[in-house]
């Protein structure tokens, strides 16, 4: 999600007057942004910095793709207990724009509600930790079709078992990962990973299972993971370059033919697949299903394709 600066200048300036005895002049400062334009500012920075920052290369429904993860923000923002509200969103996209690192006027603001109140959404609790959102495919791994009602908890520790679907270890810098079944802090260069999570900051866990920079496009990979950002490992080249995007039925795989929507749907064993059928909203949906998707942003919710609402959690 995007986020956004705002008007520190206009309120020393309006202080200094205050503080004279003097009257302010001239015109009014602008009023808030509204919510639904907060959201499609921070959305539409988020997308230029995958397209700048990360090799993305965006395709004809873009436009389409904003709206609906605008739609997606508002919903996070009007969520209960969030304080991801348009302030917080504009402030943070301002300060994204243009910028590839992290940025202090990000940092999601705690919400109000309690370990074991409902949530969909981390931003609803005062540990930033929805758990048992997800659940776990046929492989045991999250199941990206499929999200449901989940309740506020405090994360997991270093050194708490884990499975990394239900549960979740502790955030923050350099924060922990469920590493082989326990919470570990997240490894710097040359520390031993199985995924992106088990690396700190911008290192990325290579196709060697160690903590190092992802490469840029041009330079020699052994797998995609080796690449950075949205690059993918062409194995024509073995070279980093920006992946090739299929439409449903088209042919993909897991290394370089990656599918606009969804995940490729590949046959135990086989090393090629289908891209998936996309569903609209409001779909009849099965999250079992690998032959289709619900749309983006949307996931099959209690059998029905739909982009989440946290107030639906109660």
């Not at 015109?27 to 921070?42: Q, V």
């Not at 709206?67 to 402030?91: I, K, N, P, V, Y």
Request: some cysteine.
């Amino acid at each position: 999600m995007v986020v956004v600066r705002g008007v520190r200048a206009v309120t020393v300036v309006l202080s200094a007057f205050a503080a004279s005895g003097l009257a302010a002049c001239g015109s009014d400062p602008p009023p808030p942004p509204s919510l639904e334009a907060a959201c499609d500012h921070s959305v539409r920075v988020e997308r230029a910095r995958h397209a700048t920052c990360f090799g993305f290369v965006p395709m004809a429904d873009e436009e389409m793709l904003i709206e609906r993860a605008s739609t997606w923000c508002a919903m996070q923002a009007r969520a209960a207990g969030s304080h991801t509200d348009a302030a917080f969103l504009d402030r943070c996209a301002a300060a994204e724009d243009g910028y590839c690192g992290l940025v202090a006027e990000c940092n999601t603001p705690y919400g109000t509600r309690a370990p074991g109140q409902p949530c969909l959404s981390y931003t609803q609790c005062s540990t930033l930790h929805c758990d048992g959102i997800r659940m776990a495919d046929p492989n045991g791994l999250p199941n990206p079709r499929a999200l449901r009602c989940g309740t506020c908890a405090t994360p997991l520790p270093e050194g708490a078992a884990c499975d990394g679907v239900t549960d979740s270890c502790q955030g923050g810098t350099p924060g922990l990962s469920c590493f082989r079944g326990v919470c570990r802090e997240r490894g710097g260069q040359g520390a031993d990973c199985d995924s992106w999570n088990d690396c700190v900051g911008d290192w990325i866990c290579t196709s060697g299972n160690f903590c190092g920079a992802g490469r840029a496009e041009g330079f020699t990979c052994a797998s995609t993971i080796d690449c950075a950002g949205a690059l993918a490992c062409d194995p024509a080249t073995t070279t980093c370059e920006p992946a090739e995007y299929g439409q449903p039925g088209a042919a993909c795989d897991t290394a370089f033919h990656w599918c606009w929507k969804g995940s490729c749907d590949i046959a135990p064993g086989a090393t090629t697949g289908v891209c998936p059928i996309v569903l609209p909203d409001g779909s009849a949906c099965d999250p079992e299903d690998t032959a289709r998707t619900c749309d983006t942003y949307a996931y099959c919710i209690d059998g029905v394709c739909k982009i989440p609402d946290p107030n639906s959690c109660g």
